[in-house]
């Protein structure tokens, strides 16, 4: 079988069947595919912004819009950032200067386009297995 989609821009060609549920309390907007990271999955939804509630400072005084400068950090550094904080369940990733936003009360519905802003989000429930 074989799918093929245009949306905004980017076009994608899919073969084969493949079937993934999106744990519940991902944004999981149209454009959106999972990826794993240190035992999370992860939503990331391209060119979207997350919405939601800013968070700033995280708990442990990482500033909004930290940006990942010193060698060997990574957006994955983002990603351990937000899931080790309490409150933190999603953040924008900004391509322009590869910042990170801190988010929490984000769903499909708080998503909205914005080119060069990816959302990385993952279930809460997650979090609860590390």
């Known amino acids: 079988i074989t799918f093929t989609f245009t949306r905004e ?29 240190d035992g999370v999955t992860w939503t990331v939804d391209t060119d979207y912004h997350c919405g939601g509630i800013s968070i700033a400072p995280l708990e442990d005084n990482t500033v909004y819009g930290w940006i990942p400068s010193s060698e060997g950090e990574t957006i994955d550094t983002c990603k351990t950032r937000c899931v080790t904080d309490p409150s933190c369940t999603a953040f924008v990733f900004r391509d322009s200067d590869l910042g990170c936003f801190w988010k929490r009360g984000t769903s499909e519905g708080t998503l909205h386009p914005r080119n060069g802003h990816d959302c ?9 297995h590390l």
């Open 120 to 128: 990385y989000s993952y279930d809460d429930n997650s979090r609860r």
């Open 9 to 37: 821009s980017h076009h994608v060609h899919l073969s084969g069947l493949a079937i993934a549920a999106l744990p519940t309390g991902t944004t999981g907007g149209d454009d959106s595919e999972s990826e794993m990271y």
